[in-house]
């Protein structure tokens, strides 16, 4: 399967970078070992400045990823209507996503932590609409590309992984499961997504060279 180039290294660059950035500021600050909102609110406002940094860093990156799902649906199905359709679903599903991003910085460091708390927790829901969008849309161009037979077995399996992780991510919105079980899976899917879809770029990527 060949892409254009701007559409694979979108697939490669925006997801990599969103995983680097979120890991490297989650474990250098400490926030990720944390399990309770009031910690978490407190080591975002101890690193508030370096936070809106690398999250408007992420913002971009997430743009960047989307840019390339959408630039691949429109190359495997630019005049369906099902596609036009769900490239409807991903722009607002990432404007929300960033904007509950937007409220997890909170009000900075001059505020009590039960407002940024407050904030972080509705940050959370909107996020989490934001997923819902994002994985719908991102499941229909997945099986459309896998029912079109794009590309080679390798590039389905990813696929069918891309797949995979947007249903088990519905399944958790719809059970309802909440906690530390449901965040270990969240962060387990996105390895799962990131390499999944920058495989596809990169194998597109080596199928124009070849």
Do not use: C
Not at 47 to 52: H, K, Q, S, V, W
Not at 60 to 84: A, C, H, K, Q, T
Not at 98 to 104: E, F, Q, R
Request: no cysteine; net charge negative.
């Amino acid at each position: 399967m060949q892409l254009q180039k701007s559409t694979a290294w979108s697939l490669i660059i925006g997801p990599l970078e969103v995983m680097i950035l979120m890991m490297a500021f989650g474990f250098g600050t400490g926030l990720f070992p944390t399990g309770e909102q009031p910690e978490h609110a407190q080591k975002m406002m101890g690193n508030y400045d370096l936070a809106r940094v690398v999250f408007s860093l992420i913002g971009m990156s997430m743009l960047l990823l989307i840019f390339g799902w959408i630039s691949f649906s429109r190359e495997i199905d630019p005049n369906g209507s099902v596609m036009n359709y769900t490239r409807l679903l991903l722009l607002p599903g990432v404007a929300l996503t960033i904007a509950g991003m937007g409220l997890w910085l909170g009000l900075g460091k001059e505020v009590e932590v039960g407002i940024n708390v407050t904030l972080n927790q509705v940050g959370d829901g909107i996020s989490t609409i934001g997923d819902i969008f994002l994985d719908v849309g991102l499941l229909i161009i997945a099986i459309v590309a896998i029912r079109k037979n794009v590309g080679t077995t390798l590039v389905k399996i990813l696929l069918a992984l891309v797949a995979l992780d947007s249903i088990l991510g519905l399944g958790f919105v719809v059970a309802g499961v909440d906690g530390g079980a449901a965040e270990d899976a969240d962060f387990f899917g996105w390895i799962i997504f990131t390499l999944a879809t920058a495989g596809i770029g990169i194998q597109s990527l080596l199928a124009k060279e070849s």
